[in-house]
């Protein structure tokens, strides 16, 4: 079927779209579909490639009375470093929800998942964070550790960050980029629990397999995105956060407990008999979401193919007349 | 991450591979690395969008040793017809298996899924079809219907070609193409029963979703190969041709179980226990394949990610140069 097919790069998707309030609320849509119930999205496709040390990771949704629906396609390939590649890539591919045929193909690199991801984190602060928040902490240095913290600061105009990473160095040249990049003082906190301590809006960021963020440092007033885990082995929050904590939500129920935190809590006989709130049900108002400054809150974000459809629609229609056009 | 991909339409792929021994060659290793247990292969993943009548499926594999392992989505979309447009589309994505960046981009708007699907039939016929195959028979009247007959006439270049399908003038229509492409005498034949009776070789490509072909119809000296169910619900055999057959083959079994004529005869009750060999099992001696010209076999197939990752791979050789060249 001979048909037009749109090639945009990395260059013109960041030309695009970047890390404001808009693309706040074009992710922010994800969660309210999904909460409507009108969003089809099936299990993640997972492939391990370990003799490379990588991975693959497929996710998809059609969001209902949408006329496309993305398919998008991450890789991690972590002995990319060593050759001077970045670990994440990937690409994201739009589909017309009426006849199935390919409308746009989006080389993005993994770009449009670090932004949607990042914008899901404020997405999460804003519906669930204390309204004041003047100290922030990120666990993780990485370029997520960046964005999240940038994308919170758009809803939580905090003054203070405290960076915390197992390197210290690393914890420093991220604090220094945050301060620069959203003018703020930020340090890095070589003890995880102070940190933790100071702030009232934590993002966790971390690959962690063993728990970083233990249930005896939460305090009154806290907000905890934990946006790092995202497969089965992988866990930041000691099982004892979630029910600690006066509100836990996902941003998908069966992904939580297949990827996120909730599946280490339930191998721990923790949460069991109990379906947390999505984070669209906060948002929509049919689940209650913070009810006062003093509770504590915990945000489990695995990431969801709903995002990606909404990030790659708005991109499109953002770009629509230009990439380069394919007839095939 | 800076880097070259290369983007191929339909017609590009069209001009560089065909129907002949040389993509059944290439396809044969797919089963062969399957059966070498040397391939990792996740689960499919499947969207349905009821609403469209349409259906997403996304298939990939990773062969040990090669440098690169595609990613194919497949659409169907079954209101297409009336929009003048084929129901099945899709394309293909070729990775760096040492790296995760795309390498290529094939616009194939399914083509290389018909090629290589059409091309195990072959793969199946040449291991297992008795050495002589007078009459061939195909149960469907659909693009697969011609392929299947073109792909099994390049390994048993039979004379005679019986079309069954419940359309009858499709059923002609498709005689009269075989005919034509293969040169051989074909017709419509509106008994199924009669056509399997004076076949060698039946093989059937529809989407049926209860029984077509009757185990009291399988006589000495007969292969079929199954190909249309594709997913739970589809059901072209009988459950009792399983059980009948002197040797049941599957592609891949846990596919056959979950999609396949393998499915509805486990809910029979029928081969519980059994685990079915696979393709390439047989191809590479470690199972009997067929003992004699009088022995019944049928083999299984759903179609795998190893045969996307395989084609792409040989296509992409083929073009290497070629292409339209996107720096992204």
Redesign the interface.
Same mark, same amino acid.
Not at 40 to 49: A, G, T, W
Not at 97 to 102: N, P
């Given at each position: 079927?001979?048909h037009e %097919?749109r %090639?945009f790069? @990395?260059?013109q998707i960041r030309a695009a779209v970047a890390l404001d309030l808009e693309t706040v609320n074009v992710t922010e849509e994800a969660f309210t579909a999904l909460a409507a119930g009108t969003v %089809?999205?099936?299990? %993640?496709?997972?492939? @391990?490639?370990a @003799?490379?040390h990588?991975e693959?990771d497929?996710k998809?949704?059609?969001l209902?009375g949408r006329e496309s629906?993305a398919?998008k396609?991450s890789?991690?390939?972590y002995?990319?470093a060593a050759?001077g590649?970045?670990s994440l890539?990937?690409?994201m591919?739009l589909?017309s929800?009426?006849?199935?045929?390919?409308e746009a193909?989006m080389?993005?690199?993994g770009f449009l998942t670090d932004l949607r991801t990042a914008a899901a984190g404020a997405v999460a602060a804003r519906a669930l964070a204390p309204q004041n928040v003047e100290t922030a902490c990120v666990f993780g240095t990485g370029l997520q550790a960046r964005m999240q913290i940038e994308a919170a600061h758009l809803v939580r105009p905090f003054s203070k960050v405290l960076v915390w990473g197992r390197d210290r160095k690393k914890a420093e040249a991220c604090a220094a980029d945050i301060a620069k990049a959203i003018n703020v003082e930020a340090r890095a906190e070589s003890d995880p629990a102070k940190a933790v301590e100071a702030a009232q809006l934590v993002i966790t960021t971390t690959p962690a397999r063993e728990p970083i963020l233990k249930a005896g440092w939460l305090h009154p007033g806290l907000h905890i995105t934990a946006m790092g885990s995202d497969m089965a082995l992988k866990q930041e929050l000691e099982a004892e956060v979630l029910t600690a904590a006066d509100l836990y939500v996902c941003d998908r129920v069966s992904q939580c407990e297949a990827l996120g935190e909730l599946r280490p809590a339930r191998a721990k006989g923790l949460m069991s008999g109990i379906t947390p709130p999505e984070l669209g049900q906060v948002l929509n108002g049919t689940h209650a979401g913070r009810t006062s400054e003093t509770e504590i809150t915990v945000c489990d974000l695995t990431g969801t193919g709903a995002q990606d459809t909404v990030i790659a629609t708005h991109v499109n229609g953002i770009l629509e007349n230009s990439g380069?056009v394919?007839?095939?």
């Open positions: 079927m001979n %097919i %090639i790069t @990395e260059a %089809i999205m099936p299990p %993640i496709l997972s492939m @391990e490639l @003799e490379a990588g693959v497929v998809t949704a059609y209902a629906f398919l396609v890789t991690g390939f002995n990319n050759l590649i970045s890539n990937g690409l591919i589909f929800a009426r006849t199935g045929l390919v193909v080389l993005d690199n380069t394919i007839r095939a």
